[in-house]
C-alpha cells in the first residue's frame, strides 16, 4: 500500500533554533501533500494544504512565515519551523494524496515529535 | 467553529461485542467521511469512508453508518478485539480533511 515516510520521527532542540521536518511519498506522486499539528489530547489541527511547484495555502491562524513549506518534487514536501520556541512544542504530521487516486484517502506519515526547550 | 465532533473522549468493550463510535457534523458541505485509526507516536491509518450520497458502507469487521438528517455519523466494529484498541477519528472532507477530537477505544479482554 501507500507509504509516507516522515523525517525525523523526535526532534529536541534548544529555543531559537529552525527545524526542518520531511515528509515524502514512496511509493506514489503527490501534487499535494498536508501539514497537521496535534496538541496533547487535541484533534489534528490542518495548519497548511503544500502544492507540488507553488506556494502553500496555509490555514487561518498560521503564520507563514513562522511555518515555511517547500514541496519542490512530486515526492517531497518539507516544513521548516523557524526561530522554534517552546510553544511550537507539539506533533507534526503530514499526509499525501496521490495525484492519480485523488478519491482516494489520505495516506499519513507518523508524525514527528518536536520539543523545544 | 468545530464542525467535525466526537462527544465520547474514550469507550470501553468487552473482546468480541460490538463498538460503536459516534461523531456528529455541522458542515452539509463534506463531500465524504472518514474514520482513521491512530496508535500512540504513528500517524492515523485509514479505515473505512462513506461517500455523502450513501447511508451505509461495511468492509469487514467495520460498519459506518451515516444519517445525513441528523448530521451524525458512526463506526460499528464488530466482533470487537484486543487489537483495535486505538484513538480512532472521524474526520469530514472534500479536498481538506476535517478532524473530530478522536474516541479512545479500549477493547478489554
Known amino acids: 500500500g501507500a507509504v509516507v515516510s516522515q523525517h525525523p520521527s523526535w526532534v529536541i532542540c534548544k529555543s531559537g533554533t529552525s527545524v526542518k521536518i520531511e515528509c515524502r511519498s514512496l511509493?506514489?506522486?503527490?501534487?499535494?501533500m498536508f501539514w497537521y499539528r496535534q496538541f496533547p489530547k487535541q484533534s489534528l489541527m490542518l495548519m497548511a494544504t503544500s502544492n507540488e511547484g507553488s506556494k502553500a495555502t496555509y490555514e487561518q491562524g498560521v503564520e507563514k512565515d513562522k511555518f515555511l513549506i517547500n514541496h519542490a518534487s512530486l515526492t517531497l514536501s518539507t516544513l521548516t519551523v523557524t526561530s522554534a520556541h517552546p510553544e511550537d512544542s507539539s506533533f507534526y504530521i503530514c499526509?499525501?494524496?496521490?495525484?492519480?487516486?485523488?478519491?482516494?484517502?489520505?495516506?499519513f506519515g507518523d508524525g514527528t515529535r518536536l520539543s523545544i526547550l | 467553529d468545530q464542525q467535525v465532533k466526537q462527544n465520547s473522549p474514550s469507550l470501553s468493550v468487552q473482546e468480541g461485542r460490538i463498538s460503536i463510535l459516534n461523531c456528529d457534523y455541522t458542515n452539509s458541505m463534506f463531500d465524504y467521511f472518514l474514520w482513521y485509526k491512530k496508535y500512540p507516536a504513528e500517524g492515523p491509518t485509514f479505515l473505512i469512508s462513506?461517500?455523502?450520497?450513501?447511508d451505509k458502507n461495511e468492509d469487514g469487521r467495520f460498519t459506518v453508518f451515516l444519517n445525513k438528517s441528523a448530521k451524525h455519523l458512526s463506526l460499528h466494529i464488530v466482533p470487537s478485539q484486543p487489537g483495535d484498541s486505538a484513538v480512532y477519528f472521524c474526520t469530514g472532507g472534500g479536498n481538506k480533511l476535517t478532524f473530530g477530537t478522536g474516541t479512545q477505544l479500549k477493547v478489554e479482554l
Open positions: 462513506i461517500s455523502s450520497i450513501k
Open positions: 511509493d506514489f506522486q503527490a501534487t499535494t
Open positions: 499526509s499525501a494524496r496521490d495525484h492519480f487516486e485523488s478519491n482516494q484517502p489520505q495516506h
